[in-house]
Each structure stands twice: as structure tokens, then as C-alpha cells.
């Protein structure tokens, strides 16, 4: 793969940000966004939280000139709960309503989405309510990519399947991360099977072949960066190439260790290791 074009996913440039504690970065936006293309970043992600933030000090049609100042786009996440159908819907609407506006705003291609409790639901359920939710977003001009992790509902490439067939939304599919594509045991052979129309999205990142006990704290904390782990990464992205993804590929490494770094070279480093993989 040849002339690839990189997100610096949320977690990866929002320095000390912490998944379900403090999840708002304390790096301005516009800064981001500019050290992000400095770098050679296409684009950068946006946590719910820290929409919120932004838009205190900016607009939506303030932050759209900053991305195009510098010729950037953003990637909206994360919705979570959009299928229940109890008080669990109440905080994921107002969520909804935010990151679909945001979306149409500033001109996102897609929506993340999907679940870290696992709690049960009606797999048709969870279908008619993607179904709904793409429809939504259709209408604002974006996306919906579900990204299915171990601990999830949709936790395997058979369910993912069932999801996007089911839903038959032509803006509707799954973002691939590596890292969980290695939590769940999916093989590279399995993935190059994978339906390649409903393949809207993929994340990098590196890391132990065989996960410690504690996958959560090492899920946030010790992600690698591209070419500093154990991953299978030209065969990973071999099976990619072979689905006809060309990207925009996210780079996504929750990792205590970039949390310390300046956002000038934690964006440098990130950006640079994760192109060797490519040439």
C-alpha cells in the first residue's frame, strides 16, 4: 500500500486522557489539529466528552475552519447503549443528537460505535436499531462503523456479519482494530473472509501476541506503537489490502507513556512508526 492517509485517533493525540475517568484532553483543539497535519496526519478523532469541552471555547463552524485551514477531517466517537430500549437510551440520544450534529457540521465521514458492558440484548433488536441509527446518520451525510471487542455483544466476525446484513444499511459497517482482532483469536485467514462492503474502517496499533490476564488494563494503558509489539502487521495488512480497504487507516494506541509526551512528538512519533509499516 502506497500513498496512505492517517487518522491520529482520539486516544492516541489527547494526551492525559483516561478511558471512563477524565476523558477530555487537555491539549486545545485547534493545536491538535494543527500538530496533528504538521505531522502528516489527514485527520484526527473526537470523543463525545470532549466535543462537549470544545464546544465551550469553539463552534461548530469555527472548528470547521480550523480543520480546513489545514486540510484535516475528523472522525466522530463513541455511541454506546443506541439499542437499548430502557432509561439506558436517555444518555445515549443526547449523545446521539451531539455526534450527529457534529457530524453534519464539520463534514465527518463516520460515527464510531458499539458497547464495553456486553450487556444482553435481542440480536434483532440490535439490528433494527443500527438500522435506525445509519438511516439517521445517512440524513446528516456521515457514516456508522461498529467496532465489535472482546467484551462486547458483537464480539466475533460471524455476529459483525449478522449485524451488517441484517441492517443492509449502505452506510453502515464495522471498524476493524488490530488489537481486538488479536484479543478475540480472529486469524488473518478469517479476517481476508470478511464481507470487504461492510469493511468501513480500521485502526493500528501493536502489542503481545498472547494477552495478560488483566486485557483491560493492558487494553488501555500498554498499547504499542506500530512495529514495536508482536502483532502480525504486514499479514494483518496484507489480508486488508486483499478486503480492497485503502484506508483512511486510524491509528489508535491507548498507552500510559504517550500520555507523557509533548503533543508535538507524541504526533511525530506516532505518525512515523506507523508509516514504516507501510513502506
Not at 94 to 119: C, N, T, V, Y
Not at 176 to 191: F, P
Request: proline share 5%; charged share 30%.
Amino acid at each position: 500500500m502506497k500513498n496512505v492517509d492517517l487518522i491520529g485517533s482520539y486516544w492516541t493525540l489527547a494526551g492525559k486522557a483516561f478511558p471512563h475517568q477524565h476523558e477530555e484532553s487537555p491539549f486545545d483543539f485547534a493545536d491538535r489539529v494543527s500538530e496533528a497535519a504538521r505531522a502528516g496526519f489527514k485527520g484526527i478523532g473526537l470523543w463525545h466528552t470532549d466535543i462537549e469541552k470544545i464546544l465551550q471555547t469553539y463552534t461548530h463552524k469555527d472548528m470547521k475552519k480550523i480543520l480546513d485551514d489545514h486540510g484535516m477531517f475528523v472522525e466522530l466517537e463513541f455511541l454506546t447503549d443506541f439499542y437499548h430500549r430502557d432509561e439506558r437510551r436517555v444518555w445515549s440520544d443526547q449523545m446521539r443528537k451531539l455526534l450527529l450534529d457534529a457530524a453534519e457540521a464539520l463534514e465527518a465521514p463516520h460515527i464510531k460505535a458499539g458497547d464495553f458492558s456486553g450487556a444482553p440484548c435481542p440480536m434483532s433488536q440490535i439490528i433494527e436499531e443500527f438500522a435506525k441509527l445509519c438511516k439517521e446518520a445517512d440524513e446528516r451525510g456521515t457514516k456508522v462503523l461498529y467496532e465489535f471487542i472482546p467484551i462486547s455483544v458483537i464480539n466475533s466476525l460471524e455476529k459483525a456479519k449478522e449485524l451488517c446484513e441484517g441492517a443492509a444499511a449502505k452506510n453502515g459497517g464495522v471498524i476493524v482494530d488490530i488489537w481486538h482482532v488479536v484479543s478475540i483469536g480472529i486469524t488473518n485467514e478469517q479476517l481476508a473472509t470478511f464481507p470487504p462492503q461492510y469493511i468501513l474502517g480500521v485502526e493500528l496499533n501493536d502489542g503481545p501476541r498472547k494477552m495478560p490476564a488483566d486485557w483491560q488494563d493492558e487494553t488501555i494503558n500498554h498499547r504499542r506503537l506500530v512495529g514495536e509489539g508482536e502483532f502480525d502487521i504486514p499479514g494483518f495488512l496484507k489480508a486488508i489490502d486483499k478486503l480492497g480497504f485503502k484506508g483512511p487507516f486510524g491509528v489508535e494506541i491507548l498507552s500510559a507513556k504517550l500520555r507523557e509526551l509533548p503533543l508535538r512528538e507524541c504526533c511525530e512519533t506516532v505518525y512515523k512508526t506507523t508509516m514504516s509499516a507501510f513502506n
